[in-house]
Structure formats: C-alpha cells, structure tokens
C-alpha cells in the first residue's frame, strides 16, 4: 500500500496520476484539512504536522508516503528522512519521498543516476520560473536542487500566496484568473528581458490552473506538469525498490482527512469530479 499525503487537497492531482498509472495497486490518501494551509506556517509547526500523518499513514499499512505537497515536501522532508525516520520503529522497513526532486529532475533533464552535472546540464543557462506557496519558496529548495544539477542555469522565484485558498474555496474563475496574472506579471518583470524557457507550478494546487498559467506565460515558455513528472519518476523508483507494493494488492483507494469528511469531499470534486467520498481519519 502506498500513502499520499497532502496538506489539502492539492494532492489530489499527484494521486490521480497515480492511481490511473497503478490500477492493482492500494492507496491510501491523508489530507490535514484540520491545518490547512500549511504554505504561510512557521517550518517547525509543518515538520510535525507532516510527521504526524507519516506515521498515520505507516500505522494504515503504507510501507511507502509520498509527500504529495510541495511546501511539506520543501520543509519537512529532509528532518523526517534523515532524523525522524532513522529513529523510528519504521528504520529500514518504510520511506518517505518527495516530490520536488521528480519535478527538477525533468525540469534540468537529469536523472535521479546522475550524480553530478555533466555536459550539456553543467553548460545549461536557461532561466526556469518556479511559483509555489510562500514557505515553498522561503525554503529555497528549488533554486539549491536545480543549481546542483545546472550551476549556471537562472532560477527566478514567485510566492502566490492566495492562490491556495481561491482554488479550495472556488473562488470564481476571474479572481482565480486575476491572482495567476498578477504571480506570472510580476515574474517577467523580474526576468526581463529574458523569458523563462520553463515554469515549474511548484504546488499541487497549480495544476488546476494551469490553463490561467498558460495563458499568462510566453508561448515560448514550456510548463511543467507535476502529476505526470512524478508518476512518471514514482514508476521508475517502484522498479528499483519493489519491496514497498504487495504482490496481493486489488488496487483500493481509501481518502481520509483530518478535517470534516463532508466538506471535503464537496471541495474534492473540484480537484477530481468523481473522487469517491472521504473518511475521517
Ligand atoms: N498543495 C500544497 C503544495 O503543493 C500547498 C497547500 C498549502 O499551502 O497547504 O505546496
């Protein structure tokens, strides 16, 4: 069984990929609507919370999590990889993965074997935008992974700080339209007169609006889509480690959330309009 977690529903567009890919797999999907959102918290509140529903996720029979959040994955990862989970009664059985490394190693074409820059990456020096929420982006994660496969490649980054809440709330589409305008105006202005050659939507919330991205963004400028980059990397790694999937598994989903299972599953419909209804977890 595999764990997806998310601080919302944002996720969803990470897990659907996933699902579609993985018919005869279980899964299992963790939102903390009870926090939500996590991208204006302070880091050491998101470690715990992120943790907290690890383990959750551990203790439902998830061998694997995968941290379908970028702001979770930016700022708690690395903590729970390297401190929390070595500690845990979980040590050696069970992982936690992210899901910024997958989307920069698409965005720099460079394979998670490839441990140091090679030829042409070391010689890139095209521009990537990255948008996300505004602790993804404090963490500077992107710009550190990028710029260790591609030295010289130019990172320009952008908070949209309320894009989150307009799309879990539905807001309507000229105030969604509204908020993308202004995160990708302010964007160019930074990179002017150079336009971006790709454009990370650095939370799982942006795929929802990627039509307003593309819109908005040069025609030149090539978009990242984030489900698809990493269910393509989430295969990859499943076939390297086979250990975290049952051979028994019949392909279960189960949705759970730490908010109100009602609402969310009312919310969740934007995201996937047939998602089956949401439990509490
Ligand atoms: N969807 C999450 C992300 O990918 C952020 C949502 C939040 O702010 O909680 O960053």
Redesign the pocket.
């Known amino acids: 069984m595999i764990g997806v977690f998310?601080?919302?529903?944002?996720?969803l567009t990470v897990l659907r990929a996933l699902v579609e890919r993985y018919r005869t797999v279980d899964f299992v999907y963790l939102s903390?609507h009870a926090?939500?959102?996590?991208?204006?918290?302070p880091s050491e509140e998101i470690v715990d919370y992120t943790r907290v529903c690890v383990e959750d996720l551990f203790a439902r029979g998830a061998k694997l999590a995968l941290l379908?959040?970028?702001?979770?994955?930016?700022v708690a990862l690395r903590r729970l990889q390297q401190q929390w989970l070595p500690k845990s009664r979980w040590a050696g059985t069970h992982n936690v993965l992210g899901?910024v490394a997958p989307t920069v190693e698409a965005a720099t074409q460079t394979p998670w074997a490839v441990a140091s820059p090679q030829y042409p990456q070391k010689n890139n020096t095209d521009t990537i935008a990255v948008f996300?929420?505004a602790?993804?982006i404090a963490s500077g994660v992107y710009t550190e992974e990028i710029r260790k496969r591609c030295p010289k490649v130019t990172v320009v980054q952008q908070v949209c700080s309320e894009l989150?809440?307009a799309i879990?709330n539905k807001r309507p589409e000229s105030e969604l339209d509204a908020l993308v305008r202004e995160g990708v105006e302010t964007l160019l202005t930074a990179t002017n007169p150079t336009l971006p050659h790709r454009a990370i939507l650095?939370?799982?919330?942006?795929p929802l609006v990627e039509h307003l991205f593309r819109k908005h963004l040069p025609p030149f400028t090539r978009i990242l889509s984030?489900p698809e980059v990493v269910s393509d990397s989430f295969e990859d790694y499943l076939t390297r480690r086979p250990q975290y999937v049952n051979g028994d598994e019949d392909g279960t989903l189960t949705l759970l959330t730490t908010g109100d299972p009602l609402d969310v599953s009312n919310k969740a419909r934007v995201f996937w309009h047939d998602v089956p209804a949401f439990a509490k977890a």
């Open positions: 998310d601080s919302g529903l944002g996720g903390d926090h939500v959102p996590y991208g204006n918290r379908g959040c970028n702001t979770a994955t930016s899901i996300g929420t602790r993804t989150v809440g879990e650095g939370c799982t919330h942006f984030q």
